[in-house]
């Protein structure tokens, strides 16, 4: 599929069990997990959601449990890819969203990104995620391997 921007590991695509299949697990996994971070790209809010769907039915292995990875299973609340992206699309621009965007600004950008604001907020990030810790240890670390770990 060359339209496709598609990251191959070892020539293949990634192991099944490891690609984005379904929203709900992927909901579960950001939740119970507080090593597996994710973000919604733009596609999420202003797309026709073809992205979510294998349209061109790309071999994309199967799971553990014998199921093909395919179209990615979105919520029962929506009726199809395209319906979550515009349920998305409404969220985003919703009064309540508008109301409340200086509060995910100061979580990101703001006074509760560091410190101890970040800590009340529970905004607080495994240290090599920040820059600043990341120049600091590379200015302060002369061990190859430890280096290379850090790049």
Known sequence: APDLSLHLQAGKFDAPDRSFSSVAQ???????NMADVK?????????DGSFLRNDDELDLGLKQNGLPVGHVEVPLWANDAAD?????????????????????I??????KSRGAAALEADNLFYPLTYP?????????THDAMALEAIQ
């Open 26 to 32: 992927a909901w579960r996994a950001v939740n119970d």
């Open 132 to 140: 600043e810790v990341v120049q600091n240890e590379l200015s302060r």
């Open 84 to 104: 979550f992206v515009a349920q998305h699309r409404e969220a985003l621009e919703s009064d309540y969203v508008s109301r409340h965007l200086h509060h995910w």
């Open 106 to 111: 100061d979580l990101i950008f703001g006074c």
């Open 39 to 47: 973000e919604l790209m733009p596609e999420f809010f202003g797309s």
